[in-house]
T-cell receptor
Framework: DAMVIQNPRYQVTQFGKPVTLSCSQTLNHNVMYWYQQKSSQAPKLLFHYYDKDFNNEADTPDNFQSRRPNTSFCFLDIRSPGLGDAAMYLC??????????FGPGTRLTVL | KQEVTQIPAALSVPEGENLVLNCSFTDSAIYNLQWFRQDPGKGLTSLLLIQSSQREQTSGRLNASLDKSSGRSTLYIAASQPGDSATYLCAVDPRGAQKLVFGQGTRLTINP
């Protein structure tokens, strides 16, 4: 029944060691999003794909990249994680501007 | 720049009470507004979506209203249950551009 799947659920990485987070969806939605949520804060949009079109938020650091090889999958790459990048990373999907459906999140720890 | 505020940050009530959560936004030109629920350490679950042309939406014990002119939305929870304990977030889509702006959330505790 899972519609938006994120792997892994927990990721531990070392300072500066690249890491990739994965998101897949079974809803066939055309829009996919990546949000960063730090402890006790609101989710913050990093970027989103409208079909194949990539839309980066102006204040998203260059350290964060994304790939969407097909409709079902989207990846978040953090090239050189810093301690400040420790957070919950949430993937979401929607059909155009309808309701956004979120995955369970990946909690990233940076040592 | 659109800003979303939720007050109070935390709320604790006894089981069975009806309660209202508040959300305010600074720019009334919104495309839609969504209410989400987030359990500790989990992702977000969409509860209700209100389009800008609508005044309210209902789902079970939940009712969300929208007053664009005053920049406010409320989430009404009837006959609260301990299972309703969670953080409730509201988010607005400013221009139909798939860019949700979230409030900080209200952490709700329902005491048995």
């Amino acid at each position: 029944d899972a519609m938006v799947i994120q792997n892994p659920r927990y990721q531990v990485t070392q300072f500066g060691k690249p890491v990739t987070l994965s998101c897949s969806q079974t809803l066939n939605h055309n829009v996919m999003y990546w949000y960063q949520q730090k402890s006790s804060q609101a989710p913050k949009l990093l970027f989103h794909y409208y079909d194949k079109d990539f839309n980066n938020e102006a204040d998203t650091p260059d350290n964060f990249q994304s790939r969407r090889p097909n409709t079902s999958f989207c990846f978040l790459d953090i090239r050189s994680p810093g301690l400040g990048d420790a957070a919950m990373y949430l993937c979401a999907t929607s059909r155009f501007t309808d309701t956004q459906y979120f995955g369970p999140g990946t909690r990233l720890t940076v040592l | 720049k659109q800003e979303v505020t939720q007050i109070p940050a935390a709320l604790s009530v006894p089981e069975g009470e009806n309660l209202v959560l508040n959300c305010s936004f600074t720019d009334s030109a919104i495309y839609n507004l969504q209410w989400f629920r987030q359990d500790p350490g989990k992702g977000l679950t969409s509860l209700l979506l209100i389009q800008s042309s609508q005044r309210e939406q209902t789902s079970g014990r939940l009712n969300a209203s929208l007053d664009k002119s005053s920049g406010r939305s409320t989430l009404y929870i009837a006959a609260s249950q301990p299972g309703d304990s969670a953080t409730y977030l509201c988010a607005v889509d400013p221009r139909g551009a798939q860019k949700l702006v979230f409030g900080q959330g209200t952490r709700l505790t329902i005491n048995p």
